[in-house]
Every structure is written in structure tokens, then in C-alpha cells.
T-cell receptor
Framework: NAGVTQTPKFRVLKTGQSMTLLCAQD?????MYWYRQDPGMGLRLIHY???????AKGEVPDGYNVSRLKKQNFLLGLESAAPSQTSVYFC???????????FGQGTRLTVV | GENVEQHPSTLSVQEGDSAVIKCTYS??????FPWYKQELGKGPQLIID?????GEKKDQRIAVTLNKTAKHFSLHITETQPEDSAVYFC??????????FGKGTRLSVIA
């Protein structure tokens, strides 16, 4: 079982460039989440989705957009990357909201 | 919204000793409290969880306790081993909201 798969695993961007992070889950989960992890800050929720075609803002949504066109995929976009977006990004999914979340391996993004 | 505080931020113990990590939450409506372990270069993985209708839960060397009145919950690891070295996160949710995480505890088990 693949579980939650994130693509890519590493990326370096220049300030102002755009990119999309892809998250795919094969567990038929309704809920999907994007978190960012920064030293000493724990895991902070960026955006989440409660089902195909839905998205909602989390704690730190500014500078990011998301889309959930298919149930198994959740995309995180950066339209104009900034150095403050240098972080490790984790995607997670759960069968119901507020229950066990399964995490991907993370994407380490550096914006220079 | 919910706020989760986690202490300590770092913890070093001798192999075989016990480790305790404590978390407090702010929203009395929260009813689900998981603990995640994150090894270097990997995503967090659930190790144990507890719901608000239970005061304590054990799984081999790991236990979690919950005090709803005081709004705090703790992770207890007994007979620590080097492979327990990792970053541990607590989290809270009230069932209709995403998990809110603490800032993490880096546990080092010294052989």
C-alpha cells in the first residue's frame, strides 16, 4: 500500500517562481490536508479539503492555493514563491475529520 | 480556535528510563487527542491516541493519560530504547475540525 504520496520530494525555487505540489492517496479518504513544518513551529495547517471539489483555509493560507478536482488528489500551489515559504510541506489524509491522519513523506522546498 | 501547548521542547533520557511529554489544550470541546512520532526525514506517524471518554490508554511501553478537567494530556514512554529517539507531536481535535498540533518534543535516548 502506497498510502499518501507526495511529489516532488525536494525542490529549489527562485523568488517569484511558481510551482505545484501534488499529493495522492489510495485509501479512499474523504479528507485531505496540507501542513507546513518549520523549526520550533510544529505543524501548521495551510488548507484542507472535506471532499472532492471542496477546499477550506487553515491557519496559514496566505500565498497558497489548493485544488481537489479528484478525490484521491490534493494540489498545493505557490503562485509567486517567497523566501518565507521555505519549509517542509506535508500532505495528510483521514477517513473522517478529526481522526487519525496519515502523512506523506514530505516535500522540502527552498526558495532563494 | 484551538491552541495546543507542548512541553518540553527537548528531552534527553538514559536508555531504560521513562520519558514524559505533556500537552495542554484550550478548547474544552476537543475530544480526540493523538500522538505522532516523526523520525528524521519522514512524515509523522500515529503511535497512540485517546478520546475524551477515556482517561488512560496503554500500548506496550507507551501510554497516554487525559485530564479533561485540567485540559491536559500526557505521553508516557517506559523502558526507553535508542529507537525511541525522534520528534513527538501531540494534537487535538473536536471531531469537526482538522487536527491542531503542538510544536513538538525532540526526544533523545542516550545509550
Amino acid at each position: 500500500n502506497a498510502g499518501v504520496t507526495q511529489t516532488p520530494k525536494f525542490r529549489v525555487l527562485k523568488t517569484g517562481q511558481s510551482m505545484t505540489l501534488l499529493c495522492a492517496q489510495d485509501m479512499n479518504h474523504e479528507y485531505m490536508y496540507w501542513y507546513r513544518q518549520d523549526p520550533g513551529m510544529g505543524l501548521r495547517l495551510i488548507h484542507y479539503s472535506v471532499g472532492e471539489g471542496t477546499t477550506a483555509k487553515g491557519e496559514v493560507p496566505d500565498g497558497y492555493n489548493v485544488s481537489r478536482l479528484k478525490k484521491q488528489n490534493f494540489l498545493l500551489g505557490l503562485e509567486s514563491a517567497a523566501p518565507s515559504q521555505t519549509s517542509v510541506y506535508f500532505c495528510a489524509s483521514s477517513s473522517i475529520r478529526g481522526a487519525e491522519a496519515f502523512f506523506g513523506q514530505g516535500t522540502r522546498l527552498t526558495v532563494v | 480556535g484551538e491552541n495546543v501547548e507542548q512541553h518540553p521542547s527537548t528531552l534527553s533520557v538514559q536508555e531504560g528510563d521513562s520519558a514524559v511529554i505533556k500537552c495542554t489544550y484550550s478548547d474544552s470541546a476537543s475530544n480526540y487527542f493523538p500522538w505522532y512520532k516523526q523520525e528524521l526525514g519522514k512524515g509523522p506517524q500515529l503511535i497512540i491516541d485517546i478520546r475524551s471518554n477515556v482517561g488512560e490508554k496503554k500500548d506496550q511501553r507507551i501510554a497516554v493519560t487525559l485530564n479533561k478537567t485540567a485540559k491536559h494530556f500526557s505521553l508516557h514512554i517506559t523502558e526507553t530504547q535508542p529507537e525511541d529517539s525522534a520528534v513527538y507531536f501531540c494534537a487535538a481535535s473536536k471531531g469537526n475540525t482538522p487536527l491542531v498540533f503542538g510544536k513538538g518534543t525532540r526526544l533523545s535516548v542516550i545509550a
